[in-house]
């Protein structure tokens, strides 16, 4: 078994003990809850930067001169970090465009609390290298591969569109990302639109051919979440956090082998895939605008259409406390 399909099974496999984390990160909620006791940053992160960060012992120190302690607990999946913030076992945690929305549709008290810059070059269609398929009007009829709900599917419809085609001109085949690998290798579907580094891993190990990335169509941004209640009280904690996950973007923005190396090592591939998925990356984080609530909500507003979600959303219910 490959790098990245142990990566990607290990992820799905964790899924299933999910109810447990979000558990075993409610035990320091109460702790921060106690009369008395120093506030607490509860971080819920998946392999990545977060966990760079955390490596570093940055943010505690940083923290440390108000009061602050921090308390890590590692998920396998956005999903499930959502999950915790709901049920209250976590403060800050890292996800792509397309959980929140679910999470929000939810009724989860959820709160943006960053956001990357745009890196539409970390999620694309590909193709075989030997496919007849040569642009993207090519992919009438075809079967296409890719997460159902996920930010690749907004992706998708944004791509066509673009291209003059309709969502329904392509045969999707919802798979998640493991299993759509191995439909990719067997020949089982002709296209599947991923995101890195499993991207970068299908071009490094399949020699897959990138038909079309999303630059010029989507932000593809990442986001960095808290809860309601956290952003109100501790806005100078969340300011702090955003601040010091910045400063490993800028980081890895100047010193991408280092990065490169420290990331592969975290993520368990090898260090050929995170080059090239840091070599096409944007780096930096900041406070989310009003801008970038508007691109979640037309994300939401794709997702309701597409009848993902049960009702239509206000992003603006998410916005951070100090919106201006």
């Known amino acids: ?93 890292d996800v792509g465009e397309a959980p929140p929305i679910f999470a929000q549709a939810a009724g989860a008290p959820l709160v943006y609390a960053g956001a990357t810059v745009p890196r539409p070059a970390l999620e694309a269609v590909i193709v075989p290298k030997d496919s007849s398929i040569r642009s993207v009007s090519d992919l009438k009829g075809k079967r296409v591969a890719y997460n159902k709900g996920s930010n690749v599917q907004y992706f998708l419809v944004k791509l066509l569109e673009k291209n003059g085609l309709k969502y329904g001109d392509v045969q999707s085949v919802f798979l998640a990302p493991a299993d759509a690998r191995a439909a990719f290798e067997k020949g089982a579907v002709d296209a599947w639109i991923i995101w890195d580094p499993f991207l970068a891993a299908a071009q490094k190990t399949l020699n897959a051919r990138l038909l079309a990335d999303a630059t010029g169509v989507v932000n593809n941004r990442a986001y960095y979440f808290t809860s309601r209640d956290f952003a109100t009280k501790n806005a100078d904690v969340l300011r702090i956090a955003i601040e010091e996950v910045n400063a490993i973007d800028i980081w890895a923005s100047k010193n991408k082998d280092a990065a490169a190396a420290e990331l592969s090592a975290v993520l368990g591939l090898d260090k050929s895939i995170t080059d090239l998925y840091l070599n096409r990356a944007r780096f930096g984080t900041a406070p989310v605008t009003r801008e970038i609530l508007a691109e979640q909500q037309a994300i939401a507003d794709t997702f309701f259409d597409l009848k993902l979600i049960p009702k239509k959303l206000n992003l603006l219910h998410a916005a951070p406390v100090d919106l201006l």
């Open 1 to 93: 078994m490959n790098e990245l399909n142990r990566f990607s099974l290990q992820r799905r496999h964790l899924l299933a003990a999910g109810a447990a984390s979000a558990a075993a990160a409610a035990i320091p909620s109460a702790w921060a809850q106690a009369p008395g006791a120093a506030r607490v940053l509860r971080v819920g992160h998946q392999k990545g930067w977060l966990s760079i960060l955390k490596g570093r012992g940055t943010l505690e120190k940083r923290l440390a001169p108000l009061g602050v302690k921090v308390a890590w607990t590692e998920f396998n999946a956005g999903p499930v970090q959502l999950e915790a913030l709901n049920v209250g076992s976590i403060d800050f945690g």
